[in-house]
């Protein structure tokens, strides 16, 4: 390698480069409010036991669908749909998001975009260039290892959520709870803390077993559902009575 080489600083990253591993083509869900194409990004650092779609966990997976293919599919779109959600696996994994929310922006779409939180420096980067942002808070710091099984992630998304609410995008601030989990265990806490924090939009969601590994769908499978039933109803009215500026249950 020669110095000048040595030297020569990383190229910028282009939208071209993002691990695009699908694309529903129309969601009424994914941003409540908006009809919204939504990309699922490869790759996410996290390993949550109850992943929906943990074939897209692996970050060195190659993407299924070039990125030109989807800026031509939302080209022919553009009267169609109002918004495009970057989703994932963890979008803000890649250095190239911001370059492609940007292409997308231009356009002429609104960009919603899903994040777990684990990379709260690469949010702050993008979250000039997004319309709204859906913030998934998975536990209480303290419980927060255990549920992404991977260590030192405790503060992370918490973090996220500062930078979040500092910013004033809009957004959703969502907890997924599952029966006997620390999301279960703690919801109300959670709920408490982000609504102290600023969050100006609270979801509940109920876990759902469609995608999940086999395991997780087994261990669901075995639990008390009238008694998850009836703890998911009072832990919903309970938070309800936090007075979230808004608040959401949804079921599985
Ligand atoms: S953060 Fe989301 S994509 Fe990543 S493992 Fe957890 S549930 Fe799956």
Redesign the pocket.
């Known amino acids: 390698m020669t110095a000048v080489a040595a030297g020569r600083p990383p190229a910028p990253p282009r939208a071209g480069d993002l691990q695009v591993a699908g694309m529903t083509p129309l969601s009424t869900v994914d941003w409540p409010g908006r009809l919204a194409a939504t990309v699922f990004c490869q790759g996410?650092?996290?390993?949550?036991s109850?992943?929906?779609?943990?074939a897209?966990?692996a970050p060195r997976t190659p993407g299924t669908l070039p990125w030109a293919d989807v800026l031509a599919f939302l080209r022919r779109r553009r009267r169609l749909l109002d918004a495009v959600v970057m989703s994932?696996?963890?979008a803000t994994r890649q250095a190239a998001l911001l370059p492609a929310v940007r292409e997308v922006r231009g356009l002429g779409f609104a960009v919603g975009l899903h994040t777990?939180g684990?990379y709260p420096r690469r949010l702050a980067a993008v979250l000039g260039d997004v319309d709204w942002v859906g913030l998934?808070l998975?536990a209480l710091p303290a419980d927060y290892d255990d549920v992404?099984r991977r260590s030192g992630s405790g503060h992370l998304a918490w973090e996220c959520l500062d930078l979040l609410v500092a910013s004033g995008v809009d957004h959703e601030v969502r907890t997924?709870v599952a029966p006997g989990s620390p999301a279960a265990r703690h919801a109300v806490e959670i709920a408490l803390r982000a609504r102290d924090a600023g969050a100006r939009a609270f979801a509940l969601q109920v876990v759902r077993t469609a995608g999940t590994r086999a395991e997780f769908a087994a261990e669901h499978a075995s639990a008390d559902h009238r008694a998850w039933q009836e703890e998911v109803t009072t832990l919903s009215d309970r938070i309800a009575a936090l007075g979230l500026p808004h608040y959401e249950l949804r079921p599985a």
């Open positions: 996410c650092p996290w390993d949550c109850y992943c929906h779609n943990p897209l966990i994932g696996g963890e777990a684990p998934d998975k992404v997924t």
